[in-house]
């Protein structure tokens, strides 16, 4: 926190790390022809300062001033260095048609904890900047899906919230005993409780998180937890996941993925709770990760216990998602299947694809079953060590290390997942250098989701089927 920070703080001394100048606006970087902003002759380039008469700081603020059918903006134009007043019109339900840069315009900010199990600081030391930059920002929360400890904001922060009824939130809750809270995040952690009982009372619903760490929240705590979270009907999901570590830390040398038993004995402390939950309002509520019940060996339960996935990409009903994915396609398209086979064995290749070591099985479900017989070559990540063993986290020093020197009759998919949007793995391997280098081996590299349906779509675009089906109908 810098000591010429515009805002007023009300609360405690909680830090507040915006880092650029929130009077620049929101840069603008696409206009659709034809839109309200494109007649109002605003262009790519320019930045819009004012909403409504207020700063345009981030995307909250565009949502909940520009939503009638007129807007009035203050526009700078970099061209001439002027601000000009600028009122849009829209037609019921038309989108404004600008398009700006991020969804924060006045810096990200950044945390004030020190969480044990901080994944950022478990990162080996030359990786490329961005990976270290520790957000917690709450606007990110509401437009992203981000979670937030909640613990540097301060009370003009927590108006906005609720003023501007950012519902739901996703928040990281941990623990609920304040010392053991101190031990997992750092001296701020008392804060976010203040804050998420704060925003509770006042209606935000709450998506909740905990890390599990054994030995810390576990156990007591952790019956104290859901406790809590029980008795807080504004927390709609809980989504429980395992510690996770790397080789480039000293603090932890397990967890439940070394530890089947314990596994297990997390599942079977929260089962109690999700049948209370399902009993009482037709939702389970608290959902542990499909890590839990890999390591445990315990196949995960059915869709419906998932209450449509609020924590999905938290990796919370992934595994479900596939094997229910899987035996719909294997029952609906044999024919499709069996025409990638054939096409296959005509021009003599082998199909392999690509996963994470924790998922290898749940892939093999599919790709290694008949009609495809393919095989998954699962990877193990030597890269961060650890548990680390999630198919996004591959990196590239590892996938090259561990596929045959000889990939002569393979076609080879490569899961999406493992890329940014700069097309980069986490150790900074660009798509087209891994692909360069594994078609020099001799295969014919693909980049695409490895879930069933899409898989199967990709093999038929790879192979010429999907145009043959679509020619075949004319
Ligand atoms: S909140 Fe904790 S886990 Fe998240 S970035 Fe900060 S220190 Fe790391």
Known sequence: MTANTPYAKTGADYGRTRDADASRGALVVAVRPDSPAYDAGIEPGMRVLTVAGRPLTDMTVWLWEADDETVELEVFDPSDETVCPCELERMPGEDWGLEFDGAVFDGMRTCV???????????????????????????????????VTLTNMDDSDVADVIDHCLSPMNVSLHAVTPEVRRRLMGKNAGRGMEVLEQIMAAGIEVHAQIVLCPGINDGEELERTLTYCEEHPAITSLGIVPLGYTRFQHRFTSSYSDDPAAARAVIAQVEPYQERMRAACGRTVFQLADEFYLDAGIEPPAAEHYDGYPQYYDGIGMVRTYLDETRAVQEAEQERLSAVRSELDRRGMRLVVVSGMAARDIIAGFVEAKPLEGRVA?????????????????????????????????????????????????????????????????????????????????????????????????
């Not at 145009?467 to 109908?473: D, E």
């Open 378 to 474: 699962g990877i193990k990540n030597n890269y961060f060590g650890g548990n680390v063993d999630v198919t996004g986290l591959i990196c590239g020093e590892d996938l090259l290390a561990q596929l045959d020197d000889d990939l002569g009759g393979v076609m080879l998919f490569v899961p999406e997942v493992m890329f940014n949007a700069d097309a980069l793995t986490l150790d900074g391997y660009h798509q087209k250098r891994l692909v360069a280098d594994l078609t020099t081996r001799g295969a014919e590299t693909h980049i695409a989701s490895t879930m069933p349906t899409d898989l199967l779509c990709a093999l038929e675009g790879a192979l010429g089927l999907a145009a043959h089906v679509h020619t075949a109908k004319e």
């Open 113 to 147: 904890n020190a969480c044990v199990f901080c994944f950022m600081t478990m990162l080996p030391k030359h990786m490329r900047g961005t990976l270290y930059i520790r957000d917690d920002d709450y606007r990110l929360s509401f437009l992203q899906g981000n979670f």
